[in-house]
């Protein structure tokens, strides 16, 4: 699958950031604070079509070196179609990786179930999200908006765990759950 | 426009002059149905300015039963419960966040970018029909026999205790609902700024107001969804009991205060961040000198944005959490101080060798800069473990956040709303009636907030509708300075709505550029014109380049670029024979 | 004050010329933007911001979940053997074709090929309705056994084992609950571009509409991806 969509010129650094990052890493710091200020060109007639490409990006990473001037143009572009074997490929692989799923969850890894179960989680939503949602060709500031999205949800469930899986430490007498009697079972 | 230029001959040629936004549609139908970016911001001006007085009079009114120990103006303590519960969420969720971004920000955004309209004209209409309906649920809960959880509301109370039929349901809806109306606002911002910049308009030549209101609308974006989630669960915990929040079916009430503070802390940012922006504008311009330390405000903005998101639990000393989180928490919350000390200095290094002109809105500047950095302060008290539990759930705690909300906010708000008056309607207001109301309002807001640092520290607690126990009658006297100053405010901002509406029948006209100030919304008539920008404008200039004004006329020189576009764009609109007029 | 009035009487002259310009423009052009692209750009952006918004909403539950799961292993192991993962699988296969459905239904309107376009949005529509269809015996399934949130629930086995074994079906309801609203508010948006796209709104110039619903339509697809192996296959 990924042999046939590398036809296009595309970062790949960048589809290995947004899979880490899906899979529940925490990848790309501060993305926005350090991102939007050079992002996008000014509008005007002369920064139409492709225009981050145009426009230039001071603040941001320079765009993936392009093989020729349409492909360069492509890579930006909504209007960017996408091979029809490229989607069957990618539908493919979501179904095996789904099976693998399925499969993996019959062995038991201890405490590592849940992380493999996440990983590949991970792994099938950022190829929905890079292909399926194009945002392989898209804008690369999507890109960071929507791994932003991950990032925030991270402070959120690393910060309340902060509290909640901590509560013993120091006053053991508290018990760090809340007031439930745990069964005998 | 920067490109005006050429344009007084082919105006004596046409010899009427273009209908304002105000003028042109006409009828009450074509303003409830408007996709002008401008008039949403009105419409939201005169909802947020009726949300403000109705959460004042609950203020009022709670001063009123505060100035005895016992119980004396209200019936019961539920109903003063509900006073205060109704005041804050009022005065939070349907003034302070919506405030500055929603009526100010509309209205100047696309202006200073140089754009026609937001990036999405009919979600931002959407935006208001949604603080409508919210406010409406608002309005529904008092009706239903008000509620009194306070407006965090905490499970249990909200889950539980408060059992005033429907009303606690209708209001977590109602600010469920408002939520969408601020995520609506915010994320129409980003992509306009991001999208629609006009040529020239890089990131490095927009207003500060503008990096504030962008980092003020990614909080907006990411923070308020959590909101929408945690009120929703407790509707579902209140109407169902699933036992996520509720003691008693095995949930976690903590659990719920991190919900909340997980959007609460990020919106005391979304209430702050444009009332810094405001104040980097109104210093810079009414000091007629070019901002110290632009990029330095700007990424602070920034900065602040992203910091919120880690010092939530600093609401929770005292709630049950774990002390380590107690301790990250409380580091965490020190970092705000480093961005917003950042801005302060940098604002008071503007006004150094400034021209400052003690105009209404630098006056209301010179305010928030006294107050906002009090409040500042006391909140690195508070952020201190040890400190704040002794002051938690006094009135330590509401002088501090008073002192930021109405103290920062509000007077950045009323600067801003001056600044900006006689471009929304053309009109001057009364500078000396403004002056009054400035003195009312400042003066009024430390003499009300002040005391209660006094009477907190000493052990007043908040929320408490009698104190004739515990020897606590002895902050008698200070409450009562305080209603008294609670009044005085009140009087202020009466006072300032009637010289406002006034000057917009009775006003002086204003000029283009009444401040000589250099952003774009100062480039086009007052009030502008329905369609922003005959042409869509090229700046070459940053906001602040205050030597672009020509002081002959008080409107800034177009740059080499607009003045070519602009004579292109005029040659074809002139009739025959008039270009040797215009060239001429 | 003359230079000021007039400037605003050039303003108008000039807005003219403005209006004139922009008939040659396609319809669905807002007079705000420049051109197509940039209008297309503007409301990718704000989909993804919007996206961003979902993802938090989730995230509260997700968080939610996180945290019960490691106070209460025990009973979370307990009590997702009684979800049936043969279901969740066929459910899990259904949204992943109709995401591909979907996508090749963009593709097909960037090739003008309208009718494929219906018919493949046709497909996505009758997809969800599967996978609804599929949930509702779940829920009548878990709503006869009395695993429910609350006061409702009354599993005598679970109820013997733990004290508030309810709080797992709580989330269980309420996550699935809120996804299977999200498949819900899809198909109508879906059926809303079906609509418009059989009256021939959308042509390879002009297809926004139908790459926004797209967008929404794989995140839905994208959180039940994580809800299949967190509910269903967590040991």
């Known amino acids: ?185 | 426009m920067t490109t005006e230029a050429p344009a007084p001959a082919t105006a004596e040629l046409r010899g009427e002059p273009a209908p304002s936004y105000l003028q042109e549609p006409r009828g009450l139908w074509s303003w409830l149905t408007t996709l002008d970016h401008k008039r949403i911001g009105i419409l939201y001006l005169i909802s947020v300015t009726a949300a403000l007085f109705v959460g004042g009079l609950f203020a009022m009114l709670i001063r009123l039963e505060l100035i005895s120990p016992e119980l004396s103006f209200f019936s019961s303590t539920l109903a003063y419960n509900q006073a205060f519960t109704l005041h804050g969420a009022i005065m939070v969720f349907m003034f302070v966040i919506p405030g500055i971004p929603a009526a100010l920000g509309n209205f100047v955004l696309p202006l200073m970018l140089g754009a026609q309209d937001v990036a999405l004209p009919r979600l931002n209409l959407a935006s208001w029909y949604f603080w409508l309906a919210g406010s409406a649920l608002m309005i529904g809960a008092i009706l239903a026999g008000g509620i009194d959880t306070g407006w965090t509301f905490y499970i249990p109370y909200s889950s539980t205790y408060s059992r005033e039929g429907d009303a606690v349901l209708l209001a977590l809806g109602g600010v469920f609902i408002l939520g969408f109306s601020s995520i609506f606002t915010g994320l129409n911002f980003v992509v306009t700024m991001h999208k629609l910049r006009c040529r020239g308009m890089g990131w490095f030549r927009m207003p500060l107001f503008l990096w504030a209101i962008y980092a003020t609308a990614l909080l907006q974006i990411v923070a308020t969804p959590v909101l929408g989630i945690t009120l929703a669960l407790a509707m579902v915990e209140r109407a169902f009991g699933v036992g996520i929040f509720r003691p008693e079916l095995g949930g976690d009430p903590v659990l719920f205060q991190h919900f909340f503070w997980f959007y609460s802390h990020p919106a005391v940012y979304i209430m702050i961040l444009p009332a810094m922006g405001v104040i980097s504008e109104l210093i810079a311009v009414h000091s007629h000198k070019k901002i110290f330390g632009y990029r330095a405000i700007a990424f602070s903005s920034l900065a602040i944005a992203l910091i919120s998101f880690l010092v939530w639990g600093h609401h929770m000393f005292t709630s049950g959490q774990s002390q380590v989180a107690g301790a990250v928490f409380s580091f965490l919350t020190f970092l705000v101080a480093i961005p917003t000390a950042i801005k302060a200095v940098n604002w008071v290094a503007t006004l150094y060798k400034g021209q400052i002109a003690l105009r209404t809105p630098m006056l209301y500047a010179l305010g928030f800069l006294f107050v906002f950095i009090v409040g500042g302060l006391t909140g690195i008290f508070l952020a201190t473990v040890s400190i704040n539990l002794h002051l938690h759930d006094t009135y330590f705690v509401v002088a501090h956040f008073h002192y930021v909300m109405v103290g920062g906010t509000v007077m950045a708000f009323l600067g801003g709303l001056h600044h900006w008056w006689p471009k929304m309607f053309g009109r001057m207001y009364n500078e000396r009636a403004a002056k009054l109301g400035w003195l009312l309002v400042v003066g009024g807001f430390i003499w009300t907030f002040l005391p209660q640092f006094i009477m907190g520290s000493r052990g007043m607690p908040r929320r408490y509708a009698t104190y004739n126990m515990e020897g606590l009658e002895v902050h008698q006297p200070l409450h009562l300075m305080s209603s008294l100053g609670a009044w005085v405010i009140g009087a202020g901002m009466v006072w300032t709505l009637c010289y406002l509406v006034y000057s917009i029948f009775k006003g002086r006209r204003a000029e283009v550029n009444p401040w000589r100030a250099v952003s774009l919304e100062w480039d086009v008539p007052s009030p502008p014109a329905t369609h922003n920008f005959p042409i869509d404008p090229h700046v070459d200039f940053g906001p602040y380049d205050f030597e672009r004004i020509d002081e002959a006329t008080g409107l800034i020189r177009p740059g080499p670029e607009s003045q070519r576009l602009l004579a292109a764009a005029a040659v074809k609109t002139l009739p025959p024979g008039a270009e040797e007029e215009n060239s001429g | 004050m003359s230079a000021p009035v007039a400037q605003t009487t050039g303003t108008a002259a000039v807005a003219e010329a403005a209006a004139e310009h922009h008939q040659g423009h396609h319809p669905a052009l807002q007079h705000h933007f420049e051109n197509l692209e940039q209008q297309a750009d503007a409301a990718t952006l704000a989909m993804w911001l919007f996206l961003v918004t979902e993802i938090l909403l989730f995230g509260g539950l997700f968080v939610g979940f996180a945290i019960y799961q490691t106070w209460y292993p025990e009973l979370w192991h307990a009590a997702h053997k009684k979800l049936d993962p043969v279901l969740g699988t066929v459910n899990t296969v259904v949204l992943l074709v109709s995401s591909f459905t979907v996508a090749y239904a963009i593709r097909m309107a960037q090739l003008g090929k309208q009718r494929a376009t219906s018919w493949l949005l046709g497909a996505t529509i009758a997809l969800a309705g599967v996978f609804l269809v599929v949930k509702y015996f779940e829920y009548s399934h878990k709503i006869h056994e009395g695993l429910l949130p609350g006061a409702a629930f009354s599993h005598a086995e679970l109820a013997a084992q733990f004290s508030n074994a309810h709080v797992f079906f709580s989330f269980y309801f309420l996550m699935t609950g809120l996804h299977g609203l999200h498949v819900l508010a899809g198909m109508i948006v879906l059926g809303g571009l079906l609509w418009k796209n059989a009256r021939g709104a959308y042509s390879p110039e002009y297809f926004t509409p139908l790459e926004m619903g797209g967008l929404y339509w794989h995140l839905v697809d994208i959180i039940w991806i994580f809800l299949f192996p967190l509910f269903y296959l967590i040991k």
């Open chain 1, 1 to 185: 699958m990924t042999d046939e969509s590398r036809e296009q010129p595309a970062a790949p650094a960048e589809q290995g950031e947004a899979a880490a990052v899906a899979a529940g890493g925490m990848a790309a710091p501060a993305a926005e604070a350090a991102c939007s200020p050079g992002e996008g060109a000014p509008r005007g007639p002369d920064s139409a079509i492709g225009s981050a490409a145009t426009g230039g990006t001071p603040g941001g990473p320079a765009p993936a070196p392009a093989g020729t001037e349409d492909a360069a143009e492509e890579e930006h572009s909504i209007y960017h179609v996408v091979p029809g074997r490229v989607y069957v490929a990618v539908l493919a692989a979501l179904l095996v990786l789904t099976a693998v799923t399925v499969g993996v969850a019959q062995i038991d890894f201890g405490a590592f179930n849940i992380v493999v179960a996440l990983l590949i989680a991970g792994t099938k939503a950022s190829i929905v999200a890079l292909y399926f949602m194009h945002l392989r060709w898209s804008n690369r500031f999507n890109a960071i908006v929507f791994v932003s999205g991950l990032l925030f949800l991270a402070i959120f469930l690393a910060f309340t765990m902060i509290d909640t899986e901590t509560r013993s430490w120091v006053a053991p007498e508290f018990d760090q759950r809340p007031l439930v009697r745990q069964g005998a079972g």
